[in-house]
């Protein structure tokens, strides 16, 4: 299973940003997908997640300004970003966990590359 971001760059404060990731490799399922990111010296970081449900789970510094979405058919997720802060700025990580693909069950969560974003006037 592999995941694609798209979508990051420089953006001046107040802007917005969308995120996109899509995921490959013979994947019949995907429970939950969403974003992580890292700033410099800082810990990776739960942004938000969507569950094939529909419900979702958001940081509680980007509700209000961030909305994360998914195309299950499409096995993509999207992230939203408005009203964006010089503190966003960080490598942002598209993240699929509880995957079913090519028969099997995986108990440990994919990753993409990351993408960066910078917020600076």
């Known amino acids: 299973v592999q995941l694609q971001a798209y979508g990051g760059g420089l953006v001046q404060p107040g802007g917005y940003l969308i995120l996109s990731c899509a995921a490959s490799g013979n994947i019949f399922m995907i429970n939950v997908m969403g974003w992580y990111r890292q700033a410099i010296g800082k810990q990776r970081e739960l942004v938000a997640l969507r569950f094939t449900d529909g419900s979702t789970n958001y940081a509680d510094f980007v509700k209000g300004r961030f909305t994360v979405s998914r195309d299950i058919a499409k096995n993509t997720v999207y992230l939203q970003m408005n009203g964006l802060k010089p503190e966003d700025t960080a490598v942002y990580y598209c993240?699929?966990?509880?995957?079913?693909?090519?028969?099997?069950?995986?108990?440990?969560?994919?990753w993409g590359k990351g993408t960066q974003v910078t917020v600076s006037s």
């Open positions: 993240n699929a966990d509880q995957v079913q693909a090519g028969g099997i069950v995986y108990d440990t969560a994919f």
